[in-house]
Structures are given as structure tokens and as C-alpha cells.
């Protein structure tokens, strides 16, 4: 079966703009969770939906935002990116959550922000 | 707040050579530990769950062990395709997820 998705792969942005990702998780999964992965912090968790509803949430600043839609797509939001935002962000799905079920991640969305 | 810290940070072995990779945790009311596998330019691939002290799992050449205070992943006469960073990560009670920041592993034919 097809695997997590996460589209664009790459995206170069500047200071003050603002960017979104999208997550297409594996069929059936109704779980969505999203990651900052840096060389400095390694992988930090962002936020958790399920059925469209924030779940979980990661110390990270309100310009981190996402939402969840009603076919389980998600989307993550960075507004007014700043330099230290350039990571590798990962999406990763599961059908009920993680202390319950076995997460699958994406390939990863590159965001440089110069 | 829960820590999580892998040794060592990255580890060198010769084919074969068996070794074991450390995952030391504090956390508040432990729910499990994860083990994942990361190639470069890829996402992490789930490896284990442990869930109680005591517990082992195996898959080919890996066993994950846990403890009260740290996890153990095994590698048994490591071929040069199990290369790649192994991270683990623990859930605690009120359901955060942190992670380690990973031991990378190369093994040489």
C-alpha cells in the first residue's frame, strides 16, 4: 500500500514569508503528527490530529500551526519564518495515535529559509 | 521534563562485530519506548515498542531490552546495510513524545 506522502520535498524561503506543508498519511490512518528534525535539536515533536482535531501539541511557537481535513490530509503552517526554522520537517501516520500504534513517517519536507 | 540520551553518538564496527546501542531515559510515567531506524534523505522506520521492564523484542539481527532507567538495541553480527542513525524516543503519561538524538551507526565490509 502507498506510504505516507509529504509534498513539496524541498522549498527555499525567506525571513518573513510565511509556508505550507502538506502531509497525505497512509489509508485508513486517522492519526497525523508533525516534526522538526535539526542537526542542533534532532527530532522534536510539533503537534498531533486525529479526526480533524489537534490532540497533542509540542513546546513550539504559535507560527507553528496545522490542521487536519476530513480525508486525514494535513497541512502544517510556518508564518514569518525566521532563519532557525530551516529543518527537515516529518510527518508521520498511524490509525489511532502513538502510544497505541505503530507511527509510519514520510520522506520529509526540506525547508531552507534564507 | 523528560530526557532522553543515546551513547554512544555515533559507533564504527567491523562486519560481524556485534555491539549494543544505549538509550538512557527520565521520564514522568513511562506509557513506551520506540526504537527507529533513519537512512540519510529519509524518514525514521519503526523498529520496537517496549512497554514494561523486562520486556525484549527481536527482529533479524536487532533485540531491543528495557529497563526501568535505559534501553538496550542488541545488533548481532551487524551487516553494512544496517548503517544508519538509530533513534529512540519514549511517550510519557501525559502523552509527549521526546526523542534522542540518535546514534549513528556505520559498519564496514
Known amino acids: 500500500k502507498a506510504g505516507v506522502t509529504q509534498t513539496p520535498r524541498y522549498l527555499i524561503k525567506t525571513r518573513g514569508q510565511q509556508v505550507t506543508l502538506s502531509c497525505s498519511p497512509i489509508s485508513g490512518h486517522r492519526s497525523v503528527s508533525w516534526y522538526q528534525q535539526t542537526p542542533g535539536q534532532g527530532l522534536q515533536f510539533l503537534f498531533e490530529?486525529?479526526?480533524?482535531?489537534?490532540?497533542n501539541k509540542g513546546n513550539f511557537p504559535g507560527r507553528f500551526s496545522g490542521r487536519q481535513f476530513s480525508n486525514s490530509r494535513s497541512e502544517m503552517n510556518v508564518s514569518t519564518l525566521e532563519l532557525g526554522d530551516s529543518a527537515l520537517y516529518l510527518c508521520a501516520s498511524s490509525r489511532q495515535g502513538w502510544g497505541t500504534d505503530t507511527q509510519y513517517f514520510g520522506p520529509g519536507t526540506r525547508l531552507t529559509v534564507l | 521534563e523528560d530526557q532522553v540520551t543515546q551513547s554512544p553518538e555515533a559507533l564504527r564496527l567491523q562486519e560481524g562485530e556485534s555491539s549494543s546501542l544505549n538509550c538512557s531515559y527520565t521520564v514522568s510515567g513511562l506509557r513506551g519506548l520506540f526504537w527507529y531506524r533513519q537512512d540519510p534523505g529519509k524518514g525514521p522506520e519503526f523498529l520496537f515498542t517496549l512497554y514494561s521492564a523486562g520486556e525484549e523484542k527481536e527482529k533479524e539481527r536487532l533485540k531491543a531490552t528495557l529497563t526501568k532507567k535505559e534501553s538496550f538495541l542488541h545488533i548481532t553480527a551487524p551487516k553494512p546495510e544496517d548503517s544508519a542513525t538509530y533513534l529512540c524516543?519514549?511517550?510519557?503519561?501525559?502523552?509527549?513524545?521526546?526523542f534522542g538524538g540518535g546514534t549513528r551507526l556505520m559498519v564496514k565490509p
Open positions: 524516543a519514549v511517550l510519557d503519561a501525559g502523552n509527549m513524545l521526546t
Open positions: 490530529y486525529f479526526s480533524e482535531t489537534q490532540r
